[in-house]
């Protein structure tokens, strides 16, 4: 695959913190929304991806080879609790 070379202006770098994402679906697109919730206060959305089903897909793999890379270097990333249906 081509390396591809992107320019980022600086407040995109500076990225977003998110601690909640919420994906859903239609025929034709994913949607991602990357969120960021604490104590006392409902989960504000800081950034939404919209994107193709096959560029999800490829996301997919991308993240689960990255993930495979960092547990062989730095251990197993232990899996959150999952919330109680109906616990806020």
Known sequence: MKEIKLEVD??????????????????DEFILDFAL????????????????PHHAKALLRSLEDNVRKYEARFGEI???????????
């Open 37 to 52: 919730a604490y104590p006392g206060h409902p989960p504000s959305v800081g950034s939404r991806v919209i994107t193709s």
């Open 10 to 27: 600086k407040e995109v770098a500076r990225g977003r913190y998110a601690n909640v994402a919420i994906i859903a679906h239609t025929r």
């Open 78 to 88: 232990g899996e959150p609790p999952r919330p109680v249906q109906g616990e806020n």
